[in-house]
């Protein structure tokens, strides 16, 4: 089997730029909804709507901006979702800074926290998911070492994880087994946003019920119900 890298590393200037997009992207997808969009609830997150997932992205920013800074965060702002985002940005410049910083994992985890929300929010709002991000290559990065780990932690054989992007290898040693997909299904199941039914609807070359156990893990949990969207 041949294993490919799907995305170059994850460089200070890869980060920074993914981080960036997801907040550029969000702006957008906030001013191209509905009036009433900050209502929509969010499928992924239950009992949120868009306006309680922006206010989430400001409230980890300000808790970073807050680390770097050695400023107390404040409250987050009351108002509409277009009305956090600009809180957003304010404080997005000294966090920035730290993401292109020495790499660390915290930085990633933010890179993978934002982009999974983004993700939430095209959900919530009908928009499909992009076919390029810049923070693809990040988030997945993490979401691969959380798969990697839990399978190793349910002591699991490894498996190769393919998109169009290309295949890596969760777990531990050479994998015999295979799950594939579209990238957007496969992220969306690594991140807790996937039933049961929904990741064995992905391509494995196996049955995969023994490895479902290790696509829950640390915040992520595998939902009851289906959630939007299909395997396509």
């Known amino acids: ?35 009433d969009a900050d209502a929509l609830p969010v499928a992924h997150c239950p009992d949120w709507t868009v306006r309680d997932l922006v206010a989430h992205l400001v ?10 800074t050695g400023g107390v965060p404040g409250p987050t702002p009351d108002g509409r979702a277009s009305e956090l985002f ?8 000294p ?16 890179v993978m ?26 988030a997945s ?20 994880v393919r998109t169009e992007h290309g295949t890596v290898v969760a777990g531990t040693g050479e994998p015999t087994v295979t799950v594939a997909g579209p ?9 807790g946003r996937r039933s049961a039914a929904q990741i064995r609807a992905l391509r494995w070359s196996a049955d995969p019920g023994r490895w479902l156990p290790a696509f829950t893990w640390g915040p992520f949990r595998v939902p009851e119900s289906p959630v939007a969207g299909s395997v396509a």
């Open 1 to 35: 089997m041949t294993i490919v890298e799907p995305h170059p590393s994850g460089s200070a200037g890869t980060v920074v730029a993914a981080y960036r997009q997801v907040r550029e992207a969000t702006a957008r997808l906030l001013a191209e909804a509905s009036p």
């Open 183 to 191: 990238w957007h299904e496969v992220y969306l199941s690594l991140a």
């Open 86 to 93: 600009a809180e957003w940005e304010r404080l997005s410049g």
């Open 59 to 68: 409230e980890v920013c300000a808790r970073v901006h807050g680390r770097v």
């Open 141 to 160: 990065g993490v979401l691969l070492k959380g798969l990697s780990a839990s399978l190793d932690g349910h002591g699991l054989p490894p498996l190769a």
């Open 95 to 110: 966090v920035e800074e730290f993401l292109a910083g020495p790499g660390s994992m915290d930085g990633h985890i933010l």
């Open 113 to 138: 926290d934002a982009f999974t929300h983004e993700l939430d929010l095209r959900q919530a709002l009908g928009v499909a998911p992009p076919v390029e991000h810049p923070a693809l290559p990040v």
